[in-house]
C-alpha cells in the first residue's frame, strides 16, 4: 500500500534538520548565521538579496528565512511581503540594527514571526528560533 503524499512528505521533514535561509547582504553576518545554524543542529543556505531568495529556486522548501531588514533593491519587509503571498510562506524572523519602531512594526505586520535587534546574544536567537519552528510557533510575534 503507497503511503500518503502529505504523509511521506511529513516523515521526510522531520528527519532532516530544519533549512533555514539567510537573507542579508552583509557577507560577515551570513557567514556567522550560517556557521551558528550548523553548531546547532539546523541547515542554513545564505542569499546576498531577496531577489537571491525569490529568483533562485522555491522559497517554500525553508522551514524558516531570517532576513535583514535594510537592504539594497528590496528590502526585508518587501521581502516578506513576497514571501507571504505564497500557499504555505515560510516563517520569517527579522534581524535588524534599526532601532526605529516603524519599519519593525511593518515587518511585524507584513507576516514576519519576530524580529530581533543586531546584534543579537545567539542563546536569544537560538531560543527564537526554537519558538518559531515548534509546532505551534509558525506566525507567533516576539521581539527582543
Do not use: H
Not at 535588524?96 to 536569544?124: N, Y
Amino acid at each position: 500500500m503507497a503511503a500518503n503524499p502529505a504523509a511521506r512528505a511529513r516523515v521526510e521533514q522531520l528527519s532532516r534538520p530544519p533549512l533555514i535561509a539567510i537573507v542579508d547582504d552583509d557577507a560577515a553576518v551570513r557567514e556567522a548565521l550560517v556557521d551558528l545554524l550548523q553548531v546547532a543542529g539546523f541547515e542554513g543556505a545564505s542569499f546576498n538579496s531577496g531577489a537571491d531568495l525569490l529568483d533562485g529556486g522555491d522559497p517554500g522548501r525553508f522551514d524558516m528565512v531570517i532576513t535583514d531588514l535594510r537592504m539594497p533593491q528590496m528590502d526585508g519587509i518587501e521581502l516578506i511581503r513576497r514571501l507571504q503571498a505564497a500557499d504555505e510562506p515560510p516563517p520569517t524572523l527579522v534581524l535588524t540594527s534599526c532601532l526605529d519602531a516603524g519599519p519593525r512594526a511593518r515587518a511585524l505586520q507584513s507576516g514576519a514571526a519576530g524580529c530581533l535587534t543586531k546584534p543579537v546574544e545567539e542563546q536569544v536567537l537560538l531560543q527564537q528560533i526554537e519558538e518559531i519552528l515548534a509546532p505551534d510557533g509558525r506566525g507567533a510575534t516576539r521581539r527582543q
